[in-house]
């Protein structure tokens, strides 16, 4: 076994116990961390096969982003592990049958939908090497050659998500105390402090069925 093969397991064994210990963890906090272990992990593996492309945007686009946003709402939420809990069992029996047909699916794929009966042909490109291929140069020049209205859309489907989520985020509601950054600067003393001038002494109320005159104040 050469060493190629062995980082390969290795990665793979760590993997493999990273995702087992996303979905036993009892606290979130823990599941989100192994869940960043295993896409590091999987992200070698792809650097194995030679996809480095893929390999940095799992671990720029998932553990810089999606990662980092999903243990920041883990750890403001207050969640209730007990709650979570419940029915998992009567919920289990579905969960299994789901879970084997899925590993049974990638079985077959990985079985017989990589078989590749010859090399691939390398392509010169300015500038490179005829005997070398770059995937990410390749990727980049068949996204914005063949693929280019396709990834134009994307980019456009994108804007409109961004613009909505920045829409929803600004719009005014009534229930919200929220004050302007321009308003706070403006405000003076006086709109802060009220003065208000009361009596030094005041009469005692009579109680009840008490006919006695009280006490006028001076």
């Given at each position: 076994?050469?060493?190629?093969?062995?980082?390969?397991?290795?990665?793979?064994?760590?993997?493999?116990?990273?995702?087992?210990?996303?979905?036993?963890?009892?606290?979130?906090v823990?599941?989100?961390?192994?869940?960043?272990?295993?896409?590091?992990q999987?992200?070698?593996?792809?650097?194995?096969?030679?996809?480095?492309?893929?390999?940095?945007?799992?671990?720029l686009?998932?553990?810089g982003?999606?990662?980092?946003?999903?243990?920041?709402?883990?750890?403001?939420?207050?969640?209730?592990?007990?709650?979570?809990?419940q029915?998992?069992?009567?919920?289990?029996?579905l969960?299994?049958?789901?879970?084997?047909?899925?590993?049974?699916?990638?079985?077959?794929v990985?079985?017989?939908?990589?078989?590749?009966?010859?090399?691939?042909?390398?392509?010169?490109v300015?500038?490179?090497?005829?005997?070398?291929?770059?995937?990410?140069?390749?990727?980049?020049?068949?996204?914005?050659?063949?693929?280019?209205?396709?990834?134009?859309?994307?980019?456009?489907?994108?804007?409109?998500?961004?613009?909505?989520?920045?829409?929803l985020?600004?719009?005014?509601?009534?229930?919200?105390?929220h004050?302007?950054?321009?308003?706070?600067?403006?405000?003076?003393?006086?709109?802060?402090?009220?003065?208000?001038?009361?009596?030094?002494?005041?009469?005692?109320?009579?109680?009840?069925?008490?006919?006695?005159p009280?006490?006028?104040?001076?």
């Amino acid at each position: 076994m050469d060493l190629k093969a062995g980082l390969f397991y290795a990665f793979s064994a760590i993997l493999l116990f990273a995702a087992f210990r996303v979905v036993t963890a009892r606290n979130p906090v823990h599941a989100a961390l192994y869940l960043v272990l295993s896409f590091f992990q999987a992200a070698m593996i792809w650097m194995l096969l030679k996809a480095e492309f893929l390999a940095i945007a799992l671990v720029l686009v998932y553990v810089g982003a999606v990662m980092v946003l999903f243990l920041f709402v883990v750890m403001m939420l207050d969640i209730n592990i007990d709650s979570m809990r419940q029915g998992f069992w009567r919920h289990f029996p579905l969960a299994g049958a789901v879970g084997t047909l899925i590993a049974l699916e990638m079985a077959a794929v990985l079985m017989g939908g990589f078989r590749i009966s010859e090399e691939p042909k390398a392509v010169a490109v300015a500038g490179q090497a005829a005997g070398q291929v770059s995937n990410t140069r390749d990727l980049g020049i068949l996204l914005y050659s063949e693929y280019v209205f396709p990834v134009q859309i994307a980019a456009v489907i994108l804007l409109v998500a961004i613009i909505a989520a920045i829409a929803l985020t600004l719009r005014e509601r009534k229930d919200s105390k929220h004050i302007g950054a321009t308003e706070q600067i403006r405000v003076k003393a006086g709109d802060r402090l009220r003065l208000v001038k009361l009596d030094a002494t005041r009469p005692t109320p009579p109680l009840a069925g008490d006919s006695a005159p009280t006490e006028k104040k001076p």
